[in-house]
């Protein structure tokens, strides 16, 4: 009888322990932060050839200073999809307190989102981009001009091409030039990050759909458009016959997005589709003189820019201490020094009010920078499809099919026709 | 030395005295106590992260359940109804099968090859044991980071084809090989497994058996064949089923080689579709239905090769 009483004993402890375990430490973990003082905060950020490890701890570093008592304990995606990681950490109850560059559609919507104040956002040049119902859940802190045609100046004169090409056929004429001597036009990957494959699509969206209906995907989300009408499929064709001509090397597909910047700056092609932040590495590249920049041509040669506004931070609706985390996001954004890094790692444009950028610019960045600033001047913008993050954004998951899609049209597995009709499928699925 | 259950028999039955019957009953609370303490804190934990998450994925199923939109509904078996008419599922289970026949039986042959290559005394063979298992422990990350700076366009296996006169394949961004790709590179990280599990076995087949084999006159293959392999059952039995279940669940080098593609669905597991239909399209309802799709599948493939494999061994 002792015998059983004791193995009882033991049973009620052994199924106690862990209970008591939890919360002791639970107890502890919150009384030692609050008993210093210290609020920390969880900051999911995001490692690229131009955002590195370095870049962040002296970027957190800075407001922390400012900041003493918040603690920042920093989070990196596995991959450049750092959206699908945040929703990843939310599906096990561990979505970071502060989040950069994670869209925020899907998020906002559920309530795990902070929405900023209007006096939060009075620094901001554009502060109603990327409204979900009314509201902003992301700083639109930065623009970006998606994508840039970026070349190898040398690689063209060798070519016999005297400038960078004004419309679409002088393009089209560019690359027979350059197929002719025997170089790859354009440097097109895609591998496991896969975005680098959409950059053609959403040049040829821009000028072909968006550029005449501005806003097309928010009649997408409304039903009253599809991907299966001609405009669309005309811009899949513009893609598709790039790759049919040879004009687009079909093998760089299975590059990820370092190797495929690599192979630009390797010579392995001549023109580079890319976003703004690629300027960042070429004035980092022993070559930057040889790169030159032009946007995505229209048809006839009028003025046309892609452009992005957003990406930067959003902040958790439920963080344990949500004042410092809105403290800390504000503060990473505004921070001139932080601005001026956000320049030079990742050729940002701030969306800042009075911000001036760097005079120590290079010419990749300045050359960029000057065609953004000429299109916003002149009222050339258009929104960048495929990089959308507010109410007229792709629904989620369409993005990774837009991806697939184009890689498809690339591979010549589908017609640019079937490939729309697979995204309206994808589209009606993730509706 | 197994014993055989069915020998055992029962103590003849005495007629039951009240003393005998509380001591009975203190056996038996004893036991259930001791098992309590012993076997309650794995049944926790299995319970937990094993048991419950499972139930949760089969409840989910039958629910439009996305968390990012909280009006969840139960759905019944429509779930289940769109998976099979959902081309995109039905290309991922291909792809599995595919990856699964290819993983099941490369890795089996070549380490069965290596294993009997290996199976002598000496540093020589220690060495190369240790090398051909390097890769089994090994991140899979890393080992899918290695071999896609190898096979890419200009990575150092295309160089050397350029070297004979060959002109770059397209290991991962051809369609039609990617698949293959990655099936061999997950082969040849699992080879190691195969050879360890087949040395195991062949080590433990007496060498009794081969001089007796050999005074009976069997030539070597003779002798592999009435000796060796079936005396391999186990070993080929812990093979298969392992490389089985690995290949079914198939997601990491995936994601890292492929990221599912080139183009849509060409090496898109089910695993992988599983993840992004619920972690990055939302729809965890319709992930969840796959999922025990994918659960029964495995279950079932894993019972039937199990039960036939486990049948040659009781055969010997």
């Known amino acids: ?431 | 030395m197994a014993i055989d259950v069915r020998t055992v028999r029962s103590q003849p039955v005495s007629r039951v005295r009240p003393a005998a019957g509380r001591s009975r009953s203190r056996r038996i609370r004893a036991a259930l106590a001791r098992f309590g303490v012993f076997g309650a804190p794995g049944l926790l934990v299995y319970g937990c992260f094993v048991l419950a998450p499972v139930g949760l994925s089969f409840w989910y199923s039958l629910t439009n359940y996305n968390p990012f939109n909280p009006q969840t509904r139960f759905v019944g078996l429509d779930n289940y109804r769109m998976l099979f008419g959902d081309d995109e599922f039905l290309t991922s289970l291909r792809v599995t099968s595919v990856l699964t026949v290819i993983l099941v039986i490369v890795p089996n042959l070549a380490g069965l090859g290596v294993a009997m290559l290996l199976n002598r005394k000496g540093w020589f063979y220690n060495t190369w044991r240790g090398v051909f298992f390097v890769p089994m422990v090994l991140s899979s990350v890393v080992v899918s980071i290695v071999w896609t700076r190898l096979l890419a366009d200009d990575g150092v296996v295309n160089q050397a084809l350029g070297w004979i006169g060959v002109s770059p394949v397209g290991w991962l961004s051809d369609p039609s090989l990617a698949l293959y790709s990655v099936a061999g590179i997950m082969a040849w990280q699992m080879l190691g497994f195969c050879v360890v599990v087949y040395l195991a076995g062949l080590q433990s087949v007496p060498a009794e058996l081969y001089e007796a084999a050999s005074i009976d006159g069997a030539a070597p293959f003779a002798r592999f064949r009435h000796v060796t392999w079936p005396l391999l059952a186990p070993a080929l039995t812990i093979n298969t089923v392992v490389l089985l279940i690995s290949a079914f669940k198939a997601y990491d080098h995936i994601q890292v080689i492929t990221n599912g593609g080139p183009g849509s669905g060409t090496t898109a597991t089910v695993a992988f579709l599983t993840l992004q239909t619920g972690f990055i399209a939302n729809h965890q309802g319709y992930a969840s239905a796959m999922a025990v799709v994918m659960l029964l599948i495995v279950a079932t493939a894993s019972a039937v090769v199990l039960r036939l494999l486990q049948r040659r061994e009781v055969d010997l």
Request: charged share 20%; aromatic share 10%.
């Open chain 1, 1 to 431: 009888m002792p015998r059983t009483r004791t193995t009882a004993a033991l049973l009620a402890l052994a199924m106690a322990a862990p209970l008591s375990a939890c919360s002791v430490g639970s107890d502890s973990s919150s009384s030692s932060g609050s008993s210093k003082g210290t609020q920390e905060i969880t900051f999911l950020t995001f490692e690229t050839p131009n955002l590195t490890p370095q870049y962040w701890d002296a970027a957190i570093k800075r407001v922390t200073a400012k900041y003493p008592y918040i603690k920042v304990k920093r989070l990196v995606s596995p991959t450049a999809d750092r959206t699908a990681y945040a929703k990843q950490l939310r599906a096990s109850g561990q979505l970071p307190d502060v989040m950069i560059a994670v869209a925020p559609t899907g998020f906002a919507e559920a309530g795990d989102l902070y929405a900023w104040q209007p006096s939060e956002l009075k620094d901001f040049l554009f502060p109603g981009a990327g409204a979900i119902n009314g509201k902003i859940y992301q700083l639109p802190t930065n623009s970006q001009s998606i994508p840039n045609v970026y070349y190898r100046k040398s690689i063209f004169t060798a070519a016999g091409i005297t400038a960078p090409p004004k419309t679409y056929a002088e393009l089209l004429a560019d690359c027979a030039k350059l197929k002719a001597k025997g170089t790859t036009p354009f440097v097109v990957g895609g591998g496991k990050d896969a975005f680098p494959t959409v950059l053609p699509l959403t040049g040829t969206v821009g000028t072909d759909v968006y550029r005449k209906t501005p806003d097309w995907m928010d009649r997408r989300r409304d039903g009253k458009v599809k991907f299966a009408e001609p405009d669309f499929v005309g811009a899949l064709k513009k893609v598709g016959d790039l790759a049919s001509k040879g004009y687009i090397d079909s093998k760089m597909v299975s590059l990820d997005y370092a190797a495929t910047e690599q192979a630009f700056l390797k010579g392995k092609g001549a023109m580079y589709p890319m976003g703004s932040w690629f300027a960042a590495s070429g004035d980092k590249s022993p070559i930057k003189n040889d790169i030159g920049v032009f946007p995505w041509p229209t048809d006839d040669g009028s003025e046309l820019m892609p452009v992005y506004t957003g990406g930067g931070i959003d902040v958790n609706a439920h963080a344990k201490n949500l004042d410092a985390a809105r403290k800390f996001a504000l503060a990473f954004q505004l921070d001139q020094t932080n601005l001026d890094a956000s320049v030079k790692s990742d050729a940002l444009f701030p969306a800042i009010k009075g911000y001036k950028q760097p005079s120590d610019m290079g010419p990749v960045f300045t050359e960029t920078y000057d065609l953004w600033k000429q299109a916003v001047k002149d009222q050339a913008i258009v929104k960048a499809f495929a990089w959308e993050t507010g109410d007229d954004a792709l629904l989620p998951g369409v993005d990774a099919k837009v991806f697939a899609a184009t890689q498809d049209v690339i591979l010549g597995r589908k017609s640019p026709e079937a490939a729309a009709v697979y995204l309206d499928d994808e589209w009606k699925k993730a509706s």
